[in-house]
């Protein structure tokens, strides 16, 4: 593998005894949106961790492998330096500080960031999410949970990030509010980021994505162009919730027309 974007190369992480993920293999090429699939527990949220060297917080370890951003290894990096080198992450279940103002928040993503660009950072934030240029000095956690989730992603883009990790932006979201977040990201990368997508929100996600990859059990089992993966039965059964029609007429005939065909 080559290039200019993220790499990660059979990648084995654990925690513990636990084996988390195996020898994982994914590029996100330079303004690309990529997105990783995977029911829960299938290793995630601990590939981004792995990526953003934020692993040990969590008492996990890289046992092999490595990760690359334009050829510059990160793997060996501390957390701070990997946001500097121009990797934010998104961690999941938008952890804002509650208590600090939004402004306050964004001050403290701008912390590992280029200090050069601050200013510059703030009007980009600004831009995508005029609200938090409203609320400036209100407490971050008096924000409604899709504002949080919005300020979540302000506070990782005010490093000024090459790559931006997201963790399930769209989890808990009314759908509407999704949909916002999914509109954010796609200008989030027009505007030249690229983006490493986890969601399980999968129609969303192959939406924005051009590749995917889909992780099970600490391995990655398929991976292509979106809309290849969205057009296979297997990802359309398993995370689309599109029944297979001859499955379900079989289903239909054995138990009668109560196992209604269903749409997800
Ligand atoms: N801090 C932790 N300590 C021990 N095991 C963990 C920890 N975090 C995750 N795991 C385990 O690692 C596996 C992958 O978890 P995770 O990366 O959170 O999956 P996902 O984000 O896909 O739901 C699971 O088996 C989970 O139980
Ligand atoms: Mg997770």
New binding site residues.
Partial sequence: MTGSGLVVRDLSVG?GP?R?LRRVSLEVPEGAVVTVL?G???????LLRAISRTLSF???TVTGGDVQLAGRRLDRLPPDRVVAAGVSQVPEGRRVFARMTVADNLRAGALGGNRRNRGESLARVHGLFPVLAERAHQRAGLLSGGEQQMLAVARALMAGPRVLLLDEPSLGLAPLMAQRIADTIREINAQGTSVLLIEQNAALALRLATHAYVLEVGEVTLSGPAADLAASDEVRRRYLGVVDEDAAADAEQATGPTLARWEG
């Fill in positions: 925690y636990v988390a995977g829960n527990g299938a290793g995630k949220t601990t969590h008492g996990g």
